[in-house]
Nanobody, 116 residues
């Protein structure tokens, strides 16, 4: 069983930065893709960023040029560096690892609040 724990959320003013971390424990039975999602109250969970099993990254248009996804395979962690934060970035942020439909794992989320 894989267990993911996010950290690094908090409250910042617009223009500030935060670095989210996703720490994993347990055995991942396959090579995986890692994604960050976010969800605000009353909205659907939306894709933010991806780093796939080949190390290729993708970003939602709304965060391109501001957010950077990375991973540390030695520490078994992924990160989301968020710069130039905007109030509309306010959300609960979740990390997810998956390699096939039978192996999808989510963290419990970390709250990011950006004030204007």
């Amino acid at each position: 069983q894989v267990h993911l724990v996010e950290s690094g959320g908090g409250s910042v003013q617009a223009g500030g930065s935060l670095r989210l971390s996703c720490a994993a424990s347990g055995y991942m039975p396959c090579r995986y893709d890692m994604r960050w999602y976010r969800q605000s109250p009353g909205t659907e969970r939306e894709f933010v960023a991806l780093i796939n099993r080949e190390g290729i990254t993708e970003y939602a248009d709304s965060v391109k040029g501001r957010f950077t996804i990375s991973q540390d395979n030695v520490k078994n962690m992924e990160f989301l560096q968020m710069n130039s934060l905007k109030p509309e970035d306010t959300a609960m942020y979740y990390c997810r690892r998956d390699c096939d439909p039978r192996h999808i794992y989510w963290g419990q989320g970390t709250q990011v609040t950006v004030s204007s």
